[in-house]
């Protein structure tokens, strides 16, 4: 059976946490009775649209041009 302290004390912790912290145990608990994980809509990343200067999307995308889909034969 569950101990009543145990469970108030948890709750009385979480209450402390972030909402992004809250949802991390709750995933965790989730996880542990093997329940399906509750994805976040990504509705929480609509904050940072617009954040990334042009300057740095374009050094971004001459890395990526640069460095991705190149073959290094010797690497196998």
């Not at 949802?23 to 929480?44: A, C, D």
């Amino acid at each position: 059976m569950e101990n009543p302290t145990t469970i108030q004390e948890i709750v009385q912790r979480l209450d402390k946490l972030t909402p992004m912290q809250q949802k991390q145990i709750l995933n965790s608990v989730l996880s542990f009775l093997g329940e399906p994980i509750r994805l976040s809509s990504g509705k929480n990343l609509l904050q940072f649209a617009g954040t990334i200067s042009k300057e740095d999307i374009e050094i971004m995308k001459q890395a990526i041009e640069e460095g991705c889909e190149q073959v290094d034969e010797s690497e196998w």
